[in-house]
């Protein structure tokens, strides 16, 4: 057993708690106290804190690690302010990389609300301007519409005959050909005519992605990357993370699997898929049914109970019907499954709970099912989460783009009841915090800053948007760790600095509870701890 004390610090144990110092044995914390009890201990090893702040480890609760990786090694067009632009940056891309992108082109980011020419989506006759040879697909930011090029649409067989695919749809041009545009559950057929990653690929890509998750002071995600279908489809993504976390992985996982029809997840259930037994300090488990129940609010596909205010007669999209996400949740609740929904509009937030509520008893929520996102919403809406015992996992950083776009989406009245965090919590409900990398950056110091002073990064508006949804910055703190855990049923064993949970916490350069709130996305990580050992440390 080999004993390490951290002494000389502020460490972060609850609301308005701090000890200076911990005794670590192994993995686990075993007393949290003033140095002076700490080094009268035995130990091997002791640390100077510095005066640094100590805090658990962030948890984000949704987020897509593969994809996080799968970034780094494709052409940034997050950054594309014009369509020409997004143009020029993946031509360069392909003739910088031919041999990558030989079978084609994919990357993700682009944002038309962002665009400085013309504020509009782009279609198949832009991007055949980068290539007519090569299948590209370029998804937009939030990853619920994406541009193709004409060689895509060839692939498909797509013509003005062709019928809507079932969730999600291709819209045409004026000509009455496809434009290039699909939306929903559209999209994976589209990227299904690009190669798939092989093995290797994905490693390289989830150990890019863990070395910058555990740089900013993750030691813990909840992460949306398999997609399992009939006769062992997708299968390939879970046994390249079980073989990363026998070798070793800086990085607890905790994933949330997607299955093609109700049935294959019947198929894997049986065959112990969710029922793996595993003790505490395993870095890797698998406890959620991901379900998809609408879009996003940036590309107008997010299931409204009425109309957009700025696209009259559009609803959103249904991704999934009722009677399909009843099915899944009854064989969730028959199998002890949790579930986990994306939902960004009321209307998905409402039907998602009449399923929900159809098998789970009264007022309790044993299996914890879940709402990712829960967006849009009015004070019936959260009154009806809270009482159904529905935690929510929350993602205060896109607030950072929607802040500008939500009233114009949905009108003045409704956008004030939305995004409504500190509400939800005093109403009773359970919240966390994410991500959704790479739809935005996983850095948890820009989530927090989000989360109380619900600004953009340039610190606009004054004073924040609807101000009286900020919060605390200990109650954000304790959101992002212990209240991530619990969604993973954790809550007893980490999140918390304290005796008897495991060793998982971060070192920060600066006080996060003390400095001005608008300084807080800018703080670095100096030290990050997972399971007694360091995986990141600030070189000076």
Known sequence: MRTTVYYNGKIYVEKGVFAQAMVVKDEYIDFVGTDAEALACAYDEKVDLEGKTVIPGFNDSHMHLLSVGRQMT???????????ELIDVCRKFISSNPEVTKGGLHAMGWNQDNFTDEKRMPTREDIDKISTDIPIVLERVCGHILVTNTKVIEMLGLDADSPQYEGGEFSFGEDGYPDGLFRENACGHAESVLPKASKEEMKTALKAAAAYAVSHGLTSVQSNDIHLGENGEGIETYEVLKELHKDGFPLRYRGQVCFSTPEVFSEYISKGFFGEEYEETDTLTFGALKLFKDGSLGARTALLEGEYADDPGNKGIEAMSPEIMDEYVRRAAEAGVTVSTHVIGDKAAADTLTSYEKYMPAGENPLRHSLIHFQISDMPLI?????????????????????????????????????????AMEAGCLISMGTDSPVEDCDPMKN???????????????????????LDISDAVDAYTVGSAAFE????????????????????????????????????VALTVMNGKEVYKKKD
């Open 383 to 423: 009154e009806r989460a809270a009482k159904d015992r529905v935690p929510i996992q929350y993602q205060p950083v896109f607030l950072e783009y929607d802040l500008h776009i939500v009233e114009d989406r949905v009108g003045t009245e409704l956008a004030k009841t939305s995004y409504a965090y500190k509400t």
């Open 74 to 84: 494709r052409p940034n067009i997050s950054v594309c302010r014009s369509i020409g």
């Open 448 to 470: 927090l800053f989000c989360a109380v002073t619900r600004k953009d990064y340039g610190l606009a508006p004054d004073g924040g948007w609807n101000p009286e949804e900020c």
């Open 489 to 524: 049923f954790a809550e007893s064993c980490k999140g918390r600095i304290k005796a008897g949970f495991l060793a998982d916490f971060a070192v920060l350069e600066t006080d996060v509870f003390t400095c001005p709130k608008d300084e807080i996305k800018d703080i670095e």
